[in-house]
C-alpha cells in the first residue's frame, strides 16, 4: 500500500511538473533546448519568453559574474598587482591553469581573464586579494545575492567549479540588470581577446573569449559569461539586442556544447522574424530525461519531509 502511495505521489508530482513547463512555452513555440531559460526586455521589463525560469541548479562559470561584481563593489584599485593565489580554496588544489602560482598580474587583468576567458585561477585570486581574505569574500557573494532579491540562489566560492553554487535563470536576471551599473564588467566580458604580460617571473600569455558569438556579425552583445561542468551543463548569460529589443538572456544546462549558443540564436530568430528553428530531437530527449530526473528528486524529497 505504501509502495503505491509513493509510485501515486511521484507520478502526480511528475505530470505537475511537467505541466508547469508546458505552461511557459509561448504559441509561437520559440522552444529552447536549455533546461531553462528566460529572455527579458530591458527598456519594459517585459518577459519575453521563460521556461522553467525557477529550477534551481547549478550555474557553473556564470558564477563569475557575482565574483567581478563583489569585487568591483569593494572599491580596490585596479590597477594594483596581485599575486596568484589559490590556497585557501579546497575546491581549487587539483585545478589545472595556464597561470603559474606566484606570478603576478593587475587586478584588473585578473578580473578580464575570469570574465572573458573564464580563468578559474584569476577568479580565485581576486577572492584571496578581498579584504578578509577568501572566506570574506565568499560571505560578500551571498550578501550580495541577498540584496539583489536573487533567493534561490547561493555560492559556495567563486569559479562555479563547485556544484553547491546554484541559481535560477529568473535570479540571474536579476543579477544581470545590476550588472548594467557597473560597465567595466561588461566592458572586460565582451572582448574578443587579451594578451597578459605576468610578472614574477615575467611571462605573457594569449586568451580568448568563450562564447562565440561575440566573434559574430549580427550580434552586439554588452555583457556576457558562459559556463560549464559536468553537473551545470552548458550555461549562457548575456546582455545583448535581439530583434531590434535591448535584452537580458539566460540559459542554464544546455546539451551540447553548442546548443546554448543555439538556443540565443533561436530566439534572435523567433523576436526578429516570428519564427525558429527546430531544437535537436537528442536535445530535447535529454531535456525530457533530466525533467524527469528533477521531479523524482523533489519528489523524494517532499516524501522524506515528516
Request: with cysteine.
Amino acid at each position: 500500500m505504501l509502495r503505491r502511495l509513493i509510485t501515486a505521489s511521484l507520478s502526480c508530482f511528475m505530470l505537475l511538473t511537467s505541466a508547469v513547463y508546458a505552461a511557459t512555452q509561448p504559441s509561437e513555440q520559440a522552444l529552447v533546448a536549455s533546461q531553462s531559460a528566460m529572455l527579458v526586455d530591458l527598456d519594459t521589463g517585459k518577459t519575453l519568453y521563460a521556461e522553467a525560469p525557477n529550477l534551481v541548479t547549478p550555474i557553473a562559470s556564470v558564477s563569475k559574474l557575482m565574483t567581478a561584481l563583489v569585487v568591483l563593489d569593494a572599491g580596490l584599485p585596479l590597477n594594483e598587482r596581485i599575486t596568484v593565489d589559490v590556497s585557501q580554496s579546497p575546491m581549487m588544489q587539483n585545478v589545472v591553469s595556464r597561470i603559474r602560482l606566484g606570478s603576478n598580474l593587475t587586478r584588473k587583468e585578473a578580473l578580464s581573464l575570469a570574465l572573458m576567458a573564464s580563468e578559474n585561477r584569476a577568479a580565485t585570486t581576486l577572492a584571496h586579494h578581498y579584504p578578509g581574505g577568501y572566506q570574506a569574500f565568499v560571505k560578500a557573494m551571498n550578501a550580495k545575492a541577498k540584496a539583489l532579491g536573487m533567493n534561490n540562489s547561493m555560492f559556495e566560492e567563486p569559479t562555479g567549479l563547485s556544484p553547491h553554487n546554484v541559481s535560477t535563470a529568473a535570479d540571474l536576471i536579476k543579477l544581470l540588470i545590476a550588472l548594467k551599473k557597473y560597465p567595466v564588467i561588461g566592458e572586460l566580458s565582451v572582448a574578443k581577446n587579451r594578451s597578459v604580460t605576468f610578472h614574477k617571473p615575467r611571462y605573457s600569455m594569449a586568451f580568448y573569449n568563450t562564447n562565440p558569438l561575440v566573434n559574430r556579425k549580427g550580434w552586439h552583445i554588452s555583457l556576457t559569461k558562459t559556463g560549464y561542468t559536468d553537473e551545470a551543463g552548458h550555461c549562457l548569460a548575456m546582455l545583448t539586442k535581439m530583434g531590434n529589443r535591448n535584452v537580458a538572456f539566460v540559459a542554464l544546462d544546455s546539451f551540447g556544447k553548442y546548443t546554448h549558443i543555439a538556443d540565443a540564436n533561436r530566439l534572435k530568430l523567433w523576436l526578429t522574424t516570428g519564427k525558429s528553428n527546430r531544437v535537436p530531437a537528442e536535445a530535447l530527449q535529454y531535456k525530457m530525461n533530466k525533467r524527469a530526473e528533477h521531479a523524482q528528486q523533489v519528489g523524494k524529497q517532499q516524501l522524506a519531509i515528516p
